[in-house]
């Protein structure tokens, strides 16, 4: 069985479940910036080594 414990942030009561969905989506967010971060810059790093 599942708890749902509710937090209390001001004025507003946000269960646990909400918050572990916020995470999740934000860690993917994180992720793929840096990934795409990456391969931009490795992308950028091959090209001077072809024009030299």
Do not use: P
């Given at each position: 069985?599942?708890?749902?414990?509710s937090?209390?942030l001001?004025?507003?009561?946000?269960?646990n479940?909400?918050i572990?969905?916020c995470?999740?989506f934000?860690s993917?967010?994180?992720i793929?910036?840096?990934?795409?971060?990456?391969?931009?810059?490795k992308?950028?790093?091959?090209?001077?080594?072809?024009?030299s």
């Amino acid at each position: 069985m599942i708890f749902f414990i509710s937090y209390q942030l001001g004025e507003v009561e946000v269960s646990n479940l909400t918050i572990i969905i916020c995470a999740i989506f934000s860690s993917f967010t994180f992720i793929a910036v840096g990934i795409s971060s990456y391969k931009l810059y490795k992308s950028l790093i091959n090209k001077d080594d072809s024009e030299s």
